[in-house]
């Protein structure tokens, strides 16, 4: 019987360039210089390697601790073929630590990393595995915030529109800003608004009245906080699309906001829902639904390469988000900021495969938990 024999955590802190003004997403953040990746290695006893990525930004310290401490003892030793079955074994006891936060993007790391496995010993790309059959994909270009500077998003708007992207998001917080980038590009573009949760039900109602008739895509995330559906749906009923999911993590909770009408496009993000199982079991909800699935993939590692195969899993392959930034190396061969068009690799499993020699001078910590 084969099983998993270490858990390797790697760390990585990519520095990245923006195209405009450099602002921190939050207060106590001068500037947003690096994006960090945790990735997680599950080595088994026949010498095979699978990749998940745990959701990233500032929080990866905490869910390395919790992988290395609270979630390898659960997994070390165990076979990893029976992934349901497995990932019973960590999910159950670890409920009471949260169903959302680090305990989660744990799980959603070690989930990828077993379908990394199992399509690799099933001699399959991912996606092919999943059902899919069509490895071309379209991204989505998701320009970073350039702190309302109506001229650097006109600029990066035209920018993405120049090499190929149609779909462009803005994650700015001003109708100038938003104006213009509509501005910037042809009316049969789409431009969507990500907004990070700023404002009250009565601020975001205005807002939704005040644009909708801008011909914008989808309105992201528009409300304080992100689990008040309610005010969700009161904002969608002033007429403007309303887009979330990134900060929903258990079938329930999707179902959740479905149910209260809070939204016209979901988006997932396989790195904080429960990794592959958990994304098929939202896919499936939200298939008996009138929304569209669009991931939330605001992250370059191993759950890049997970969100592309699932967008190819779908029978209308979805759009991969895309941060709009140039890296100071380039990770792997799928992540590409400069081309809206690009192709699964043929390759057993996941196809992670980055250029380890370029990343690096940029890993922050590296740590193996062994059987
Ligand atoms: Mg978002």
């Known amino acids: 019987m084969t099983v998993i ?78 992934i349901s079955r497995l990932m019973a074994r960590i999910e159950r006891p670890l409920h009471g630590f949260g169903r959302a936060g680090p305990a989660i993007y744990a799980l959603s790391a070690i989930d990828i990393a077993l379908w990394d496995l199992a399509s690799q010993a099933a001699g399959q790309p991912l996606y092919r595995m999943l059902g899919g059959s069509d490895a071309e994909l379209r991204r989505y270009a998701s320009l970073m915030r350039y702190a309302g500077d109506v001229d650097a998003v006109a600029a990066n708007v035209t920018r993405a ?26 009316r049969e573009d789409m431009i969507c608004l990500d907004v990070n949760c700023p ?22 995330e528009p409300v304080w906080p992100p689990e008040n559906h309610a005010a969700a749906a009161a904002v969608r ?49 939200a298939d008996t639904w009138p929304v569209r699935v669009v991931p939330h993939c605001f992250y370059w590692g191993p759950g890049y390469h997970a969100t592309a195969h699932l967008a190819a899993s779908r029978p209308e392959p979805t759009l991969v988000e895309t941060a709009f930034i140039t890296f ?44």
């Open 5 to 82: 024999s270490s858990l390797e955590t790697i760390r990585v802190a990519l520095p990245f360039e923006t195209g405009g003004p450099r602002v921190g997403m939050r207060p106590d953040m001068d500037a947003w210089l690096t994006m960090e990746s945790l990735m997680v290695r599950l080595v088994t006893d026949d010498g095979r390697s699978g990749w998940g990525e745990a959701f990233g930004h500032a929080i990866t310290p905490a869910t390395d601790i919790a992988l290395r401490s609270t979630v390898a003892p659960l997994l070390l030793g165990q076979d990893p073929r029976s």
């Open 199 to 220: 404002w009250s039900v009565a601020e975001a109602r205005a807002i939704a009245r005040e644009i909708r008739d801008d011909g914008f895509h989808w309105l992201e």
């Open 237 to 285: 009923a002033e007429g403007v699309p309303i887009a979330m999911g990134e900060n929903i993590s258990t079938p329930l909770a999707f179902k959740a906001a479905l149910d209260a009408g809070a939204l016209d496009i979901l988006q997932p993000s396989v790195t904080k829902c429960g990794g592959i199982s958990g994304m098929q079991k939202v896919f499936a909800l």
């Open 161 to 186: 529109r120049e090499a190929g992207f149609t779909t462009i998001k803005l994650h700015e917080q001003t109708v100038p800003a938003f104006r213009a980038a509509r501005a910037a590009v042809n």
């Open 328 to 371: 100071a190396a380039r990770p792997h061969a799928l992540f590409d900021a400069g081309c809206d068009r690009f192709r699964l690799p043929d390759a057993p499993g996941l196809g992670f495969d980055p250029d380890w020699d370029a990343l690096e001078p940029y890993v922050i910590s590296r740590e193996t938990v062994s059987a």
